[in-house]
T-cell receptor, first 116, second 113 residues
């Protein structure tokens, strides 16, 4: 099983360029997430999709857009990249439980983005 | 703002020793999870403890939760070089936002042969 697959693994952009990070999961999970990881900051939630057809903002959504293309795929778009968006981006998925259930995430390997 | 904060930021031990990492959080939670991240890789779920549990074991891992102090600890016993990684605690938003897992900054563990 591939789990969560992210592409590309590495990307260098110039300020103002746009790009899309792709994410696909093969576990039939309902929920998908995009996090960014910066040194000393842990992971911060950018956007998430609780189920197909819905998306919501996380902690740091500014400068990003997302699309839940279908149940398997969740893409993250940078419309006009800025140096502050240099980071490692992680996609994750889960079968979210309701009530007092637990939301255990499965992560992709990450996409390292550098904006010059 | 971060919900969970790990302590220490970095820990260096010898193989066979025990490693203890702590996590503090700010608001009420339903669950607390620990994840491991090997260098250059994604995070992997290790163990989950619910707010009505005080201690949980999984192999060489022992997790405790003190909701009155809003803190948790992860103990790795008889550490191995392969345990070298960063460890993160993660909590749900506690406000019914079960979708949102909030991660701390992590503890970098180095286990020397």
């Amino acid at each position: 099983n591939a789990g969560v697959t992210q592409t590309p693994k590495f990307q260098v952009l110039k300020t103002g360029q746009s790009m899309t990070l792709q994410c696909a999961q093969d576990m039939n999970h309902n929920s998908m997430y995009w996090y960014r990881q910066d040194p000393g900051m842990g992971l911060r939630l950018i956007y998430y999709s609780a189920s197909e057809g819905t998306t919501d903002k996380g902690e740091v959504p500014n400068g990003y857009n997302v699309s839940r293309l279908n149940k398997r795929e969740f893409s993250l778009r940078l419309e006009s990249a800025a140096p502050s968006q240099t980071s490692v981006y992680f996609c994750a998925s889960s079968n979210q439980w309701t009530g007092r259930g637990a939301n255990v995430l499965t992560f992709g390997a990450g996409s390292r983005l550098t904006v010059l | 703002s971060q919900q969970g904060e790990e302590d220490p930021q970095a820990l260096s031990i010898q193989e066979g020793e025990n490693a203890t990492m702590n996590c503090s959080y700010k608001t009420s939670i339903n669950n607390l999870q620990w994840y491991r991240q090997n260098s250059g890789r994604g995070l992997v779920h290790l163990i989950l403890i619910r707010s009505n549990e005080r201690e949980k074991h999984s192999g060489r891992l022992r997790v405790t939760l003190d909701t009155s102090k809003k803190s948790s600890s992860l103990l790795i016993t008889a550490s191995r070089a392969a345990d070298t990684a960063s460890y993160f605690c993660a909590t749900d938003a506690g406000d019914g936002g079960y979708n949102k897992l909030i991660f701390g900054a992590g503890t970098r563990l180095a286990v020397h042969p």
